[in-house]
């Protein structure tokens, strides 16, 4: 589905007389005026991109026991991950660290006398595809091996959203043109040139997909996980023009 947006705004400088350019103002000649008008056009894409984030996340006594695990279950995952040739994976952050889990208190000072000290880790690994089902089902496996779901999206990929630029920038400028011929014909001028023009498309929107999947792992255990499911919604691709017109008498 497609939706064009317009929005003109017109700020009219009329000529002056010769005493302002002595001031030092950029001013047009003797009749002619100065138009500024932006026009943006804007469509909506089916997204057709969908990425993933899980984690593998645990506590322990020791750093060496947190890492020779946490470097395992990912081993395992990137392994799983090379039988689907249509997702792209890569691993993410990783991080080890020692935190106190709980400290004994001496009521007659106030003062810690012991600590229980213990190891967590955590590393990520993110997938991404235009695949969808194959993405989904290799989340699903990944998540049976103790991951959790970070978070999921769909967006828009470049290709897609460059394609349809130079539809948008057509159209806006033919709205540009058309609001030009409009202000000369009710200002009673009898042409215009366009002095300058700028064109900004915008980038399309992420929206994040909440799936109940990392929840329903950690209430039933990873060996019991449904395969996540997710839709694709729409992202807004947009493109302005802004440009200086000058109206002829």
Not at 56 to 70: C, K, P, T, V
Not at 92 to 111: F, L, N, W
Not at 175 to 194: C, F
Request: proline share 3%; aromatic share 4%; glycine share 8%.
């Amino acid at each position: 589905m497609r939706i064009a947006l317009l929005s003109a705004l017109l700020a009219l400088a009329v000529a002056l007389p010769a005493k302002a350019e002595e001031n030092g103002l950029d001013l047009p000649p003797a009749g002619h005026s100065i138009l500024n008008i932006t026009v943006t056009e804007q469509m909506k894409l089916s997204q057709d991109t969908l990425s993933a984030s899980l984690r593998y996340e645990l506590d322990g006594g020791s750093a060496n026991e947190i890492q020779d695990r946490i470097n395992k279950a990912v081993a395992e995952a990137v392994a799983e991950a090379k039988n689907y040739s249509t997702v792209k994976a890569t691993t993410g952050s990783y991080y080890v660290y020692v935190y106190d889990e709980g400290q004994i208190i001496d009521p007659r000072t106030g003062q810690a006398v012991s600590s229980s000290k213990k190891w967590r880790g955590t590393q990520t690994i993110d997938l991404e595809s235009s695949d969808s089902s194959k993405l989904l089902e290799l989340a699903g496996k990944i998540q049976t091996k103790g991951f959790i779901m970070n978070g999921m999206n769909y967006s828009l990929s470049r290709e897609k959203s460059e394609g349809v630029q130079d539809q948008l920038m057509q159209k806006a400028l033919k709205q540009l043109g058309d609001k030009a011929k409009i202000a000369a014909s009710a200002l009673g001028k009898s042409s215009y040139d366009v002095i300058d023009i700028n064109i900004n498309g915008s980038a399309p929107s992420i929206y994040p997909v909440y799936g109940r999947a990392s929840m329903m792992a950690m209430e039933k255990g990873v060996s019991d996980v449904a395969t996540p499911v997710a839709e694709a919604g729409e992202s807004e691709v947009s493109l302005s023009v802004t440009a200086r017109v000058l109206l002829k008498p």
